[in-house]
């Protein structure tokens, strides 16, 4: 009866609300991060839409699909419908009076609004408001005594509609400051002014009077609280959206530079070691090998970065006929780098093992040893001069891939001719995204000086599970038996 929408279930107020056509859940900070798709609870951005101020989310509905209305508005409906029905017995008793015939037509108007004060809540508080303004006027003019109608109730319920559900806030202080207008012109305060009436009231005015002002201003009170709870429920599920949304940016960009450091850095710095080579040698024969290598290199890197980009344009599809991060390639790039004039000194894995990897391994673990013994390989290119050892083993379901090479500081110009390179002073991310890629896979990474052998050296350790190798006969991807591309590279 105070207007409070006993039909409704704030969002947030009851643990229950499960019930509802929708609810916000918070999403978990160690959970992958999802795209979120404009549809139904998001708007075009792809954010969730906000629910503060939408009632049919909040509000118990009653009736067809398409007409729809809240509990509570149907139940006021029919309150105020009998409450006009009641009235109109003085019509019965005493004729068709025309202020009998007023007091009816009122009724009936406050009562039609009622179906609206959710659906069109300006509109059917105007109308309530302009129904109790002939009121008070019918009420100082008459020349009986009508009584004390139930109809009023209509107005803490209109501003409750108002304050609570209509997006411009400046409507919920109008009808407030209306309210209580009305509250100080009530009816016990009219009879006791009308003189045709004045004999009839037995209470004070000004009790009834202050027992209005408290209920219109609690009406209101309570109604601005559901809507600042609500509004600080959307906010709080906008910004958990927007930072699963940064996460999934983040993450991506991660993935996309990792990916372009691995692809395109080996490449430069095979273009940059050979093109050194060539100016400090300086003869016809060096200038052409360093060119040509300079040429294979690029090839090689243009191949990848547009393998790349293929990828980034469609997810959905693989379009390439060779498996990625093809394991049997691991030989071409030890060859590149010994055609930097880099001596390598490689214990792989013979062609069959290597493929029997490639049908059984997924492809994060293939791509993980592909960018270990490349980005191995490239910093030993940048910083050393050989000769660098690689060692790559499987055992116990694991793989270990062991890099070492001497330290800058003891190094002197290979058989070769090759000038070693100095570190630069800006650091790199090759290794930083190494370590990161190893997390992934559940694997780890151990990198810096070591002296072990009596030789001061810089080795690199990568460790990390792979899957059981699978019989090549079987028909049937091994890969694809245990875990899917982190990368969503094929189809689903």
């Known amino acids: 009866m105070t207007g409070a929408d006993a039909g409704t279930k704030p969002v947030a107020a009851e643990p229950a609300a499960a019930a509802e056509p929708a609810a916000a859940v918070e999403p978990d900070p160690a959970a992958p991060a999802a795209t979120l798709v404009p549809g139904a609870g998001t708007d075009m951005t792809g954010m969730p839409a906000p629910t503060a101020l939408d009632w049919h989310r909040h509000c118990r509905l009653v009736g067809p699909a398409r007409w729809q ?100 806030r400046g409507w919920g202080m109008a009808g407030l400051l209306a309210a209580l207008v009305g509250s100080i012109l009530n009816p016990v305060l009219l009879y006791s002014l009308n003189p045709r009436t004045a004999g009839v009231v037995t209470g004070p005015p000004l009790a009834f009077t202050l027992a209005c002002v408290l209920v219109v201003t609690g009406v209101y009170l309570r109604a601005l609280r559901l809507r600042a709870r609500a509004e600080t429920l959307d906010r709080a599920v906008a910004e958990a959206a927007l930072l699963a949304s940064t996460r999934a940016v983040s993450a991506e960009r991660l993935a996309i530079s990792r990916e372009l450091h691995d692809l395109v850095g080996h490449g430069l710095t095979v273009v940059r070691v050979q093109a050194d080579t060539g100016l400090a040698i300086g003869t016809p024969e060096a200038a052409r090998t360093a060119l040509v290598s300079v040429r294979d290199a690029a090839d090689a890197s243009l191949a990848s970065t547009r393998e790349l980009v293929a990828l980034l344009r469609d997810s959905a599809a693989d379009s390439s006929p060779e498996p990625l991060a093809d394991l049997t390639e691991l030989p071409t790039v030890v060859a590149r780098s010994r055609a930097t004039g880099l001596e390598v ?148």
Request: charged fraction near 15%.
């Open 345 to 492: 000194d490689a214990h792989l894995p013979d062609a069959d093992a290597l493929a029997a990897w490639n049908r059984s391994w997924s492809v994060l673990q293939r791509l993980t040893l592909n960018r270990v013994v490349t980005e191995a390989l490239t910093n030993a290119t940048k910083h050393g001069g050989g000769p660098v050892t690689v060692a790559v083993e499987v055992g116990g379901g694991l793989c270990t891939a062991r890099v070492t090479n001497p330290l800058p500081g003891m190094l002197s110009p290979t058989a070769s001719g090759r000038i070693p390179q100095v570190a630069s002073s800006r650091p790199g991310y090759g290794l930083v995204g190494l370590a990161e890629r190893l997390r992934l896979v559940g694997g780890t990474l151990e990198a810096g000086p070591d002296d072990g052998d009596g030789r001061p050296c810089f080795r690199l350790t990568a460790v990390f599970p792979v899957n059981d190798v699978a019989p090549a006969a079987t028909g049937v991807d091994a890969r694809d038996a245990h875990e899917p591309d982190p990368y969503n590279r094929r189809g689903q």
């Open 69 to 168: 209305l809240p509990l509570v508005d149907a139940t006021l409906t029919g309150l105020f419908a009998l409450v006009t029905l009641v009235e109109s017995t003085f019509i019965f008793t005493w004729g068709a009076h025309p202020v009998y015939l007023a007091n009816v037509l009122i009724a009936l108007v406050v009562t039609a609004a009622q179906p609206f004060r959710h659906r069109a809540a300006v509109v059917s508080g105007v109308v309530v408001y302009l129904a109790m303004v002939a009121y008070v006027v019918l009420l100082r003019l008459s020349p009986v005594n009508l009584g004390l109608s139930p109809i009023i109730v209509a107005v803490p319920t209109t501003l409750h509609a108002l304050t609570r559900w209509v997006p411009k």
